[in-house]
Every structure is written in structure tokens, then in C-alpha cells.
């Protein structure tokens, strides 16, 4: 998720003043704008004055006010995070001063990777992408009166008549959830719902029951042919949306810890290659351009071998996070192994995908990661695009843009290779 950092600063209080020359560095190298204060009243006015996106508060904190005093006051004046960086403490003292207005630890020493992950988490929660909900119902009236309700609560809804074009729809629309009409002409809600449940792909979607059955024991077989929940038509407006909220919610908590790599919360390798999969099957039906690229990381090893894997760990997160800057969401970037990235580029031709990849590459050169020994280190990566040619399958797409990968890094690295 990317901000304009020029709108949010990051404030830190700590007297230390190499401690804050450690921390400010750390996030200018991320593009972010910190400034530090050594006196309490100072970092009041600052809030007043400008709202930051995060406040860090040392341990040791400042001589003009007690902590005690100080953090229900910062609480006040300021809605985000409240981080306050220490070293380990017992869980008792942590219980106070989260009483106190603490939101967030982070453990000294100061690593910009985990205040990073922490600001990106936060601002997802705050902008959260549109629910799609996929609305099954052979009554227009109905299916009209549901999605008037999900749409004014900001959710993204399709509707469909005919349950027999659900499956086709979901591949195209990938709905969060399915309201589920129960009886219709052509087949009853729960036969389709146990038709879903056979598919992996669409086994883990929440499917909630809108009918106006209202026996008991018929609704709990309905549930237990694959639905989540059951709802009774013409019921509350604000049931439909708080259990249709709550029911994607979940599914996307769990969806990505399925489907994301933990290291850098890109997709992993499985689920890269079902939406691969997914975008050439598109592709090939709609009848438009679409690109993949390999990324690969310039000399990985020799990072590992002569910094340790901690810091290769941080060079990969890093580019991570600016692939997830660059497509918000990052449902469309995932980490192919080890150093290797892939990133798919659905309605874009070869060129394009290449203008993009290479503004990441120059982008990513002029990173500077720091080592453990405070040593600043500049790195490069070599890619490789491919474009779907007619017949080509995702294999055949993989192998193409892996292959121009591998002509960018025998030309010198530092490039981005064009399939021939």
C-alpha cells in the first residue's frame, strides 16, 4: 500500500542524538520524512501544528515531562500509532503503558523493517479495497433490494440470475462472498452451493443463504450441503451488511495466510500460478494483451554469504514492499522463490510491462539497505518479460519470460530482457 509520505511525517522523541541519527536514516532510505524532538513540549506543538502518521517514543523518552504524563497526552492529540521503542520489558510494564496510549513495541535495536510492515498494515486497514459480493437470485426485485443495501455500504455486487453461470462468473469476477438465493428454476441453492464445495478454487468463498425458507432444520441442511449462514429475505438491512462485512473479512484474514508468502506478504508460489492461470485463461477469452515478468535480484548469494541471510532477508522485503507500492493490493505480484519475483500484467502489451519493470529496477538501484554493521548497501536486478502469444499456456508463458530473464543477466545484469 503506498502514501504520500510528504503529507505524513513520522515524529520521534528520544534525546539521544546518535540513536536518532540511527532511526532517521532508516526511514529516509524508504522515502520517509522524520523529524526528531528531544523535548516533549516541542513534539506537542509539532502535533498540533501537523498531524503525523506515526509517533516513536524512546524509552528514554525527554527531560521536561515524565512518560507517566506524557503518552495519554500524545494519545489525545493523536490518532495513529503510538510506538514506543525499548528494549525487553516484562509484561506488566507493557500492560501500562498500553494503558497509557501505547499502541505498538518495537525492540531496540531499531529495525526500519518491522515499523514499515506496521505502517503498511495500518494504512490497508484504513483504505480497504470494496467487498465484491456476487448476488444468485432468479427475483429481480429481490436481487435488486440486497444490492442497493451492499452497494450503499461501499461494496462492489454482481448480480445473476441463472445459478448455472456462477461458476464461470466467479473465475471472471472472484467474489469475496455469494448470496445465495435457495430456490430457483433451474437448480436449488444448496445443489449448487455442494457443486461449489467440489471445486478447490472455490472452496473456501463464504456462501450466504438469502431465502425466505424459514424451517429451521431446512436451513441447517442447506448449511451443511456447503453454506456458511442463513439469512431470511426482507430482513434487517444492517444484519445483511454487518454479516456480509464480517463473513469477507475473515475470508480475507485467511486467505492470506493461505496464499502469502510470510516473509514478504506477496503472494506465494502456488497461488502466483492460479491467478496465472486464471489471467491467461481471461486473456484468452477476452481477447487481450497480457504480459509476465521474472524478476531476479543481481548477485543474491554473495549478499548472504558475505552480510549473513538477516540482511538478504531485508533486501528481499525491501524490494517486496516496492513491488507492493507499485500495485496496490499485490494480487497481482508474488514471490516466485528464493530471490525471485513474478509480476503479471493482465491488459498490457510486452512494451508496456517492460516501461514498468524498469521503472522499478532504476527505483530499486537507488535503494540503499543497511547492513548490521550500519554499512550501506546498493544492489541491482535483472528481469525478463514475456507477452501471451495465441495458444500459449501459463507453462509456455513462464518459460518465455525466463528465458529473456536469463538473456538480461548474460548481457551484464542490471536490465530488463524483452522475449524474442
Not at 548477485?299 to 538477516?310: I, T
Not at 535503494?367 to 535483472?382: K, Q, T, V
Request: charged fraction near 25%.
Amino acid at each position: 500500500m503506498s502514501f504520500d509520505v510528504s503529507v505524513a511525517p513520522i515524529y520521534l522523541l528520544c534525546r539521544n542524538a546518535a540513536y536518532v541519527e540511527t532511526i532517521v536514516g532508516q526511514l529516509s532510505m524508504y522515502g520517509l520524512r522524520a523529524t526528531a524532538f528531544a523535548r516533549a513540549a516541542a513534539l506537542l506543538a509539532a502535533i498540533h501544528g501537523e498531524a503525523p502518521l506515526v509517533v516513536l517514543v524512546d524509552e528514554a523518552a525527554c527531560d521536561d515531562m515524565a512518560l507517566p504524563q506524557l503518552l495519554p497526552m500524545i494519545a489525545r492529540l493523536h490518532e495513529g500509532p503510538l510506538v514506543y521503542l525499548s528494549l525487553p520489558m516484562a509484561a506488566q510494564e507493557q500492560i501500562e503503558l498500553a494503558r497509557a496510549g501505547v499502541t505498538d513495541f518495537l525492540p531496540k535495536p531499531f529495525d526500519g523493517h518491522r515499523l514499515i510492515d506496521q505502517i503498511d498494515r495500518m494504512l490497508e486497514a484504513r483504505s480497504p479495497q470494496p467487498a465484491r459480493v456476487l448476488i444468485v437470485d432468479d427475483s429481480e426485485t429481490l436481487a435488486h433490494w440486497a444490492s442497493n443495501v451492499l452497494t450503499m455500504a461501499g461494496m462492489r455486487v454482481r448480480s445473476v440470475k441463472n445459478p448455472l453461470k456462477v461458476p464461470q462468473l466467479i473465475a471472471l469476477e472472484k467474489p469475496e462472498l455469494i448470496l445465495l438465493d435457495m430456490y430457483m428454476p433451474e437448480c436449488t441453492g444448496d445443489e449448487l452451493a455442494r457443486v461449489l464445495r467440489q471445486n478447490p478454487a472455490f472452496d473456501g468463498i463464504p456462501i450466504v443463504f438469502l431465502s425466505s425458507e424459514t424451517q429451521r432444520g431446512r436451513q441447517l441442511t442447506a448449511r451443511r450441503m456447503g453454506g456458511d449462514d442463513f439469512l431470511v429475505k426482507n430482513n434487517d438491512p444492517d444484519e445483511l451488511i454487518d454479516i456480509v462485512a464480517m463473513m469477507v473479512d475473515r475470508y480475507r484474514r485467511l486467505r492470506e495466510l493461505m496464499s502469502r508468502d510470510s516473509l514478504t506478504r506477496l503472494l506465494n508460489h502456488t497461488h502466483l500460478i492460479e491467478r496465472l492461470l486464471q489471467e491467461v485463461a481471461r486473456a484468452h477469452e477476452t481477447i487481450h494483451p497480457l504480459s509476465f515478468a521474472m524478476i531476479d535480484i543481481d548477485h543474491f548469494k554473495s549478499v548472504n554469504d558475505r552480510y549473513g541471510h538477516a540482511v538478504g532477508d531485508r533486501v528481499i522485503k525491501s524490494l517486496a514492499r516496492q513491488l507492493r507500492q507499485a500495485f496496490p493490493g499485490a494480487d497481482l505480484v508474488g514471490r516466485y522463490g528464493g530471490e525471485e519475483f513474478s509480476i503479471i500484467f493482465p491488459n498490457t502489451s510486452l512494451l508496456r510491462a517492460a516501461q514498468q519493470v524498469d521503472e522499478l529496477r532504476l527505483g530499486f538501484g537507488e535503494f540503499r539497505h543497511l547492513c548490521s554493521n550500519g554499512e550501506p548497501l546498493a544492489l541491482s536486478f535483472s528481469a525478463g518479460v514475456a507477452q501471451l502469444g495465441n495458444g500459449m499456456q501459463a507453462e509456455q508463458l513462464i518459460e518465455t519470460a525466463d528465458a529473456a530473464l536469463y538473456q538480461a543477466k548474460a548481457a551484464g545484469r542490471n536490465q530488463v530482457g524483452l522475449a524474442r
